[in-house]
C-alpha cells in the first residue's frame, strides 16, 4: 500500500485538499491524465477503459483497468515507442509478454491465444477443503430444482457464500458455469444442506476441468461477425417463478462476453420470456457494436441474433401484434427499434442448435459436453500445451506481435 500512495504522488495522480465545509468524502475515482484525442475528443466514447491510436494501417489499442495497462497492437515499434512515452510520463514496470493478467493466465501463440483460470480453480478447490475430490462430468444433475423454502437443514452462510463468491469470478473464463453458480447464488441468504450439495458438485466438476479455458484462434477476415444467441427457461425459478435469461456472443466463432440471470419480471408464457432475453440481447448487443466499430475505425456492423423461437420472432418483427405485447414494459420494446433501424437481423435457430441454453438450464452430459465444445471450451494444458504451441521467441511472435502488460 506504502508503494502505491508513494507512486500515486509522484505520477500527480491526484492532490490532497481539505474537505469543503458540509460535504462528505465519497469512493476513491481514478481519474486519468489523458481522456482525449487531440482534438478533444473522447478516446472511446462507448467504453472510457479503451483507447486507440492508429499510425497509418497500424493500430494500437490499450485496454486500462486501475494502473494497469494491456497493450495490442500489430507493430513491434509502435508498441515500444508507446511503452517510451508512457514510460517517460509516468513511473511503472513493464512486465512484458501478457501471460498473467487480474488471476486469469494466458497463452499466445502464433496460432492464436488463450485463457484460463486453472491457478484460481486450485484455489478455490483448496480452500473449500475440496483439492483431492473426485472429478465429475458435469456441473449439475439434470433437471434440478432447487427451492428457498427447502426443509434440509441450515449449513454455515459464511462459509457457502465464500465459496460461491470465488466461483462467481472463475465465470470469467468459463461460461458453462454461469448458469449453475448463478442458480446456487439465489440462496445466500439462507443456505441449506440441499443448496450446498450442488455447490459441492460444481467443486467436483471444476476439480475435472480446472485446466480448461477459452481458445482465441488467429483469423485474417476483413470483416467479422458479429452474432448472439439467446435463451430463456420459462419459469424456471420455482420460487418466484421467473424466468432465466441466458445470452452469449460470438465474434469469428469465438465468444466474447455472455450472461446468464434471473429475469426481473415474471413472463406470462415462453414466448413471451423469449421476446424479454430478446430485447436484452439487442441492448448488449448494441453496444457491443458500436465499441467494435470504434476500436476497428469502422462503420456499425448489423448485428445478428438468433432465436429459437418463432412466436417471439413475430412478436418483434410484427407490430400488429400489440394484443400479446401491450402488456410487456416498455423498454422491452427496444428489440423492435433495433430491428427497424437495421441495427438487427433476427433470425430462427433450432432449439437444439441454441447454444444459449447452456446458461439457462443444466443439461444431460452429452448435449452438455456437445455445447461446451460449441462455445469453444477447451483444455489449454491439453490439446493447447506448451509443446504444440509455438515458442515465443525474444518476447514476440513468429506472425503478430502479442499484447503487453504494464503494473
Not at 93 to 111: D, H, K, P, T
Not at 266 to 280: D, R, W
Request: hydrophobic share 40%.
Amino acid at each position: 500500500m506504502e508503494k502505491e500512495m508513494a507512486s500515486i504522488e509522484e505520477n500527480c495522480t491526484w492532490s490532497l485538499v481539505d474537505l469543503p465545509h458540509g460535504c462528505q468524502a465519497i469512493g476513491l475515482k481514478w481519474v486519468y491524465k489523458v481522456k482525449r484525442d487531440e482534438n478533444g475528443a473522447m478516446a472511446n466514447s462507448s467504453k472510457h477503459a479503451i483507447y486507440t491510436r492508429r499510425n497509418g494501417e497500424a493500430q494500437l489499442v490499450v485496454g486500462v483497468y486501475v494502473d494497469d495497462l494491456v497493450i495490442i497492437g500489430a507493430s513491434c515499434d509502435d508498441i515500444k515507442q508507446f511503452k517510451k512515452e508512457m514510460a517517460d510520463a509516468f513511473k511503472m514496470s513493464n512486465l512484458g509478454l501478457l501471460r498473467y493478467y487480474l488471476g486469469i493466465e494466458v497463452r499466445q501463440s502464433a496460432g492464436g491465444t488463450s485463457i484460463s483460470q486453472g491457478a484460481y480453480a486450485a484455489k478455490i478447490l483448496e480452500r473449500s477443503g475440496m483439492a483431492g475430490c473426485n472429478p465429475c462430468q458435469v456441473q449439475m444433475a439434470t433437471r434440478l430444482k432447487l427451492s428457498k423454502r427447502s426443509t434440509e437443514p441450515l449449513v454455515d452462510a459464511t462459509a457457502y457464500r465464500s465459496i460461491v463468491g470465488s466461483l462467481r469470478y472463475l465465470v470469467n473464463t468459463r461460461p458453462d458455469l454461469a448458469f449453475v453458480v448463478g442458480y446456487v447464488s439465489h440462496f445466500l441468504e439462507e443456505s441449506r444442506k440441499d443448496h450446498l450439495t450442488a455447490v459441492k458438485q460444481i467443486l467436483h466438476y471444476v476439480a475435472e476441468t480446472k485446466s480448461w479455458g477459452l481458445r482465441y484462434e488467429r483469423k485474417k477476415e476483413e470483416q467479422v461477425q458479429l452474432t448472439g444467441f439467446n435463451d430463456s427457461d420459462f419459469a424456471g425459478d420455482v420460487d418466484a417463478r421467473k424466468s432465466t435469461t441466458g445470452v452469449i456472443f460470438f465474434l469469428a466463432n469465438s465468444p466474447i462476453t455472455w450472461q446468464s440471470m434471473k429475469q426481473k419480471v415474471v413472463a406470462q408464457s415462453n414466448y413471451e420470456a423469449e421476446y424479454i432475453v430478446a430485447a436484452n440481447a439487442a441492448c448488449q448487443g448494441v453496444w457491443l457494436a458500436r465499441v467494435l466499430a470504434e476500436v476497428h475505425g469502422s462503420a456499425l456492423s448489423v448485428l445478428m441474433l438468433r432465436v429459437d423461437n418463432k412466436s417471439a420472432i413475430a412478436l418483434i418483427k410484427n407490430l400488429v401484434l400489440h394484443r400479446h405485447s401491450k402488456h410487456i414494459e416498455v423498454k422491452y420494446h427496444l428489440v423492435r427499434e433495433s430491428v427497424e433501424k437495421g441495427q438487427i437481423n433476427v433470425e430462427f435457430i433450432k432449439s437444439e442448435e441454441q447454444l444459449g441454453d447452456v446458461l439457462t438450464k443444466s443439461l444431460g452430459k452429452v448435449k452438455f459436453h456437445e455445447f461446451r465444445a460449441k462455445i469453444g471450451l477447451v483444455d489449454v494444458r491439453g490439446k493447447h500445451s506448451k509443446a504444440q504451441e509455438e515458442i515465443v521467441v525474444n518476447g514476440s511472435l513468429a506472425r503478430a506481435p502479442p499484447p503487453a502488460l504494464f503494473a
